[in-house]
């Protein structure tokens, strides 16, 4: 009896310990762990993991070394940073309030814009340490990404594969070797730190004392700042419902809706951000190209496949993919397949293979907001876009081949074999890509090569080239023309470029272009008017000068431009008469002309001598007493009443509008102020000016 209830005893401890070890196999093979794999190897130790960590950073910075030889690029680098003075003047409570609230350039990044002033701060002009910065973070997102799939599946191996093939997959150049898509590897250095904090939030949410707050407290802030880096991570919330699902399985613990619910405060700082980016890049010009709803669509579509045909067939590489006229219907039909066949497949598969539904979505989700439904500046896809979303895709593919090699015969072997062939090659093309970044002629090159009718590559090229080579400049600014006759800065540039070689006719036909299509540009009223003085037509010039003064009031070139035109040629009649017509059709404007000048001690003259022009005139017509009291009342200002000559002006001015008290009393100054520097000659004058004010005339000039 002892013995038969010994066995009994033995049976049942031996099936409970069965049932157990295969649980833990089940539970085990859905977080991602093999289940033969012993759990306490060395590499799944603290220790082991922090060697691996430390491996794959220093790989991918190697492999992405290349980059600290190349240079700036003039495109995007040269006005956002170098010609930047918030940005290239380094850290400063001025600089961080105008990173805080700036939404120039399109776009609000606060923390992108820091990140650039830091490294001002500590490399000045040399790129090379600009773009180590992005290596570093790049490096620093391939291990995050490794820490954050290993964190929420327990798949070492697999997870490591994944973030190589994303760190190490040449897609990855554009975001790295352009200095100025540091937005890309900072956004996604939080977003990725808030993958990795969310994962420990689900863990901890099932954890007593597993301080879950904390967690989704670090989650939320590291999303906000990933949002103040690029608003790329809009869609991070639906994201973290995917990741739910899967690999996290929260689904099967609370209701979908309590999981929507806890995501809230994510939507909340998603809201007001996308509403202020869509302004900001409206506002900014980066809806350049306007297409009807429907070629929006095919564009989305293609640019699905077109990405994917990218992320296995890594050739061919542009830095600015063009829209064609039309997309093929055999290439739309296609694409359409292959993203409708794959959505069913992935929902079919949701319960056997959920990886398949989330890395889908993933990839799908986090393109949506540069997919081209709403059109973002000249490119029709650009490969800085894949940064998050080929994740998905890579997620997707290794948990596949996972799943289907499960019985090849020496499977360890052959899997590492193809995970290192696959990485060299990567790695090979990577290196190989970054060539092409040495440069910006090398660069804007290539893509000329590599793309038909592309007219923002030919404008890149053709600016890079004007300087040393004009006459190519001039056959690349010619080709951006004719692609796309509707871009401002091509036609500025081209009619600018035509006026230096004397093509003036041409020259002005190109930049009345300009000025149609972008009224807000200082630099082609600048530009006209310099041609149309070159002509000799003086009078047709001025308003330009006037007008790019009003529209950039802070620059001194063209306000000493202005005052040169204006009262070194002579003062000819049509002068005064278009400035006077400009100052009475355009009061707002004319009055951000004397604002632009106000505190410019190098432009008191040209104040003074409009102030003259407006009072002392022969011609009637083109007197004005109340402009003339306003600009000879600034000059004096500015001298505080002690020049003679301003005193005068303004004594004439007063005159001139009939204001005959203040102009006796003005006078009367003028004459003191002479008498005290000596000034005979001076002072007779005023002297005369003085009796002609007290019997209630002005003085006007005498007709030559």
Same mark, same amino acid.
């Given at each position: 009896?002892?013995? *038969?209830?010994?066995?009994?005893?033995?049976?049942?401890?031996?099936?409970?310990?069965?049932?157990?070890?295969?649980?833990?196999?089940?539970?085990?093979?859905?977080?991602?762990?093999?289940?033969?794999?012993?759990?306490?190897? #060395?590499?799944?130790?603290?220790?082991? &993991?922090?060697?691996?960590?430390?491996?794959?950073?220093?790989?991918?910075?190697?492999?992405?070394?290349?980059?600290?030889?190349?240079?700036?690029?003039? #495109?995007?680098?040269?006005?956002?940073?170098?010609?930047?003075? *918030?940005?290239?003047?380094?850290?400063?409570?001025?600089?961080?309030?105008?990173?805080?609230?700036?939404?120039?350039?399109?776009?609000?990044?606060?923390?992108?814009?820091?990140?650039?002033?830091?490294?001002?701060?500590?490399?000045?002009?040399?790129?090379?340490?600009?773009?180590?910065?992005?290596?570093?973070?790049?490096?620093?997102?391939?291990?995050?990404?490794?820490?954050?799939?290993?964190?929420?599946?327990?798949?070492?191996?697999?997870?490591?594969?994944?973030?190589?093939?994303?760190?190490?997959?040449?897609?990855?150049?554009?975001?790295?070797?352009?200095?100025?898509?540091?937005?890309?590897?900072?956004?996604?250095?939080?977003?990725?730190?808030?993958?990795?904090?969310?994962?420990?939030?689900?863990?901890?949410?099932?954890?007593?004392?597993?301080?879950?707050?904390?967690?989704?407290?670090?989650?939320?802030?590291? #999303?906000?700042?990933?949002?103040?880096?690029?608003?790329?991570?809009?869609?991070?919330?639906?994201?973290?419902?995917?990741?739910?699902?899967?690999?996290?399985?929260?689904?099967?613990?609370?209701?979908?809706?309590?999981?929507?619910?806890?995501?809230?405060?994510?939507?909340?700082?998603?809201?007001?951000?996308?509403?202020?980016?869509?302004?900001?890049?409206?506002?900014?010009?980066?809806?350049?190209?306007?297409?009807?709803?429907?070629?929006?669509?095919?564009?989305?579509?293609?640019?699905?496949?077109?990405?994917?045909?990218?992320?296995?067939?890594?050739?061919?590489?542009?830095?600015?993919?063009?829209?064609?006229?039309?997309?093929?219907?055999?290439?739309?039909?296609?694409?359409?397949?292959?993203?409708?066949?794959?959505?069913?497949?992935?929902?079919?598969?949701?319960?056997?293979?959920?990886?398949?539904?989330?890395?889908?979505?993933?990839?799908?989700?986090?393109?949506?907001?540069?997919?081209?439904?709403?059109?973002?500046?000249?490119?029709?896809?650009?490969?800085?876009?894949?940064?998050?979303?080929?994740?998905?895709?890579?997620?997707?593919?290794?948990?596949?081949?996972?799943?289907?090699?499960?019985?090849?015969?020496?499977?360890?072997?052959?899997?590492?074999?193809?995970?290192?062939?696959?990485?060299?090659?990567?790695?090979?093309?990577?290196?190989?890509?970054?060539?092409?970044?040495?440069?910006?002629?090398?660069?804007?090159?290539?893509? &000329?090569?590599?793309?038909?009718?592309?007219?923002?590559?030919?404008?890149?090229?053709?600016?890079?080239?004007?300087?040393?080579?004009?006459?190519?400049?001039?056959?690349?600014?010619?080709?951006?023309?004719?692609?796309?006759?509707?871009?401002?800065?091509?036609?500025?540039?081209?009619?600018?470029?035509?006026?230096?070689?004397?093509?003036?006719?041409?020259?002005?036909? *190109?930049?009345?272009?300009?000025?149609?299509?972008?009224?807000?540009?200082?630099?082609?009223? *600048?530009?006209?008017?310099?041609?149309?003085?070159?002509?000799?037509?003086?009078?047709?010039?001025?308003? #330009?000068?006037?007008?790019?003064?009003?529209?950039?009031?802070?620059?001194?070139?063209?306000?000493?431009?202005?005052?040169?035109?204006?009262?070194?040629?002579?003062?000819?009649?049509?002068?005064?008469?278009?400035?006077?017509?400009?100052?009475?059709?355009?009061?707002?404007?004319?009055?951000?002309?004397?604002?632009?000048?106000?505190?410019?001690?190098?432009?008191?003259?040209?104040?003074?001598?409009?102030?003259?022009?407006?009072?002392?005139?022969?011609?009637?017509?083109?007197?004005?007493?109340?402009?003339?009291?306003?600009?000879?009342?600034?000059?004096?200002?500015?001298?505080?009443?002690?020049?003679?000559?301003?005193?005068?002006?303004?004594?004439?001015?007063?005159?001139?509008?009939?204001?005959?008290?203040?102009?006796?009393?003005?006078?009367?100054?003028?004459?003191?102020?002479?008498?005290?520097?000596?000034?005979?000659?001076?002072?007779?004058?005023?002297?005369?000016?003085?009796?002609?004010?007290?019997?209630?005339?002005?003085?006007?000039?005498?007709?030559?």
């Amino acid at each position: 009896m002892f013995a *038969h209830g010994g066995k009994n005893f033995r049976r049942n401890w031996m099936k409970e310990k069965s049932s157990k070890i295969i649980s833990a196999g089940r539970t085990a093979g859905k977080a991602g762990r093999h289940p033969n794999k012993p759990a306490d190897s #060395f590499f799944h130790q603290p220790a082991g &993991v922090c060697l691996i960590c430390l491996l794959f950073f220093g790989v991918t910075a190697w492999a992405f070394a290349p980059a600290l030889k190349t240079s700036f690029q003039l #495109f995007d680098e040269s006005g956002e940073l170098f010609l930047n003075t *918030h940005v290239n003047s380094g850290l400063g409570w001025h600089n961080l309030r105008w990173a805080l609230f700036s939404l120039e350039y399109s776009n609000w990044y606060p923390l992108t814009w820091i990140s650039h002033m830091l490294d001002f701060k500590m490399f000045g002009i040399h790129a090379w340490g600009h773009h180590l910065t992005n290596v570093l973070l790049h490096a620093a997102n391939g291990v995050l990404l490794f820490l954050a799939l290993k964190k929420m599946t327990g798949a070492l191996w697999r997870s490591l594969i994944v973030a190589g093939l994303f760190a190490l997959h040449p897609l990855r150049v554009e975001s790295v070797a352009w200095i100025s898509e540091r937005k890309d590897v900072l956004s996604a250095f939080f977003g990725l730190l808030a993958l990795w904090t969310y994962a420990h939030f689900a863990e901890a949410s099932k954890t007593p004392g597993g301080r879950p707050k904390l967690f989704f407290g670090l989650t939320l802030l590291f #999303f906000g700042f990933g949002l103040m880096s690029k608003s790329m991570l809009v869609t991070f919330p639906f994201l973290l419902l995917l990741l739910d699902f899967w690999p996290l399985e929260r689904w099967r613990q609370k209701s979908q809706w309590r999981l929507v619910i806890e995501k809230i405060p994510f939507f909340l700082l998603v809201v007001p951000l996308s509403v202020a980016t869509y302004y900001a890049q409206k506002n900014g010009g980066q809806f350049l190209l306007r297409f009807p709803p429907g070629f929006r669509l095919e564009t989305a579509l293609m640019g699905y496949a077109r990405y994917l045909g990218k992320m296995f067939w890594p050739a061919n590489f542009s830095v600015l993919y063009p829209y064609p006229d039309f997309w093929p219907i055999s290439e739309l039909l296609f694409a359409a397949v292959l993203i409708l066949g794959m959505s069913v497949a992935a929902f079919i598969l949701r319960r056997q293979r959920p990886y398949l539904l989330v890395g889908w979505l993933w990839y799908l989700g986090t393109l949506v907001p540069v997919i081209g439904l709403i059109p973002l500046g000249a490119q029709s896809m650009s490969n800085r876009y894949t940064y998050m979303p080929m994740i998905g895709i890579l997620l997707l593919l290794v948990w596949m081949v996972d799943d289907l090699s499960k019985q090849w015969r020496r499977r360890a072997i052959l899997m590492a074999a193809i995970v290192v062939v696959i990485l060299g090659v990567c790695v090979a093309r990577t290196r190989g890509e970054i060539v092409y970044w040495k440069n910006s002629e090398t660069l804007w090159s290539r893509t &000329v090569s590599m793309t038909k009718n592309n007219f923002m590559a030919h404008y890149c090229l053709g600016l890079v080239l004007s300087h040393t080579f004009p006459d190519e400049a001039l056959a690349e600014y010619q080709k951006s023309v004719d692609a796309y006759p509707d871009y401002a800065d091509a036609q500025r540039e081209l009619g600018l470029l035509l006026s230096n070689g004397r093509h003036y006719s041409n020259a002005i036909i *190109h930049l009345e272009k300009a000025i149609q299509l972008d009224p807000q540009n200082s630099w082609t009223y *600048h530009g006209l008017g310099a041609t149309l003085s070159k002509m000799g037509r003086i009078g047709d010039a001025v308003p #330009f000068f006037l007008k790019a003064v009003e529209v950039d009031p802070q620059n001194a070139p063209y306000k000493d431009d202005l005052a040169q035109i204006l009262f070194f040629s002579g003062h000819q009649a049509d002068t005064v008469s278009n400035c006077l017509a400009t100052a009475r059709s355009d009061p707002a404007g004319f009055a951000r002309l004397l604002d632009a000048v106000q505190f410019d001690t190098n432009h008191i003259d040209l104040i003074n001598n409009l102030a003259l022009c407006f009072a002392t005139n022969p011609d009637p017509k083109l007197r004005d007493g109340k402009y003339a009291v306003r600009l000879a009342t600034r000059s004096c200002e500015m001298t505080g009443f002690r020049t003679n000559y301003f005193v005068g002006t303004l004594a004439a001015a007063y005159a001139e509008d009939s204001r005959f008290d203040e102009a006796v009393s003005n006078a009367q100054l003028a004459c003191s102020l002479a008498s005290a520097a000596g000034q005979q000659e001076l002072l007779k004058k005023y002297q005369a000016l003085l009796e002609l004010f007290r019997s209630h005339q002005p003085y006007h000039e005498a007709i030559n």
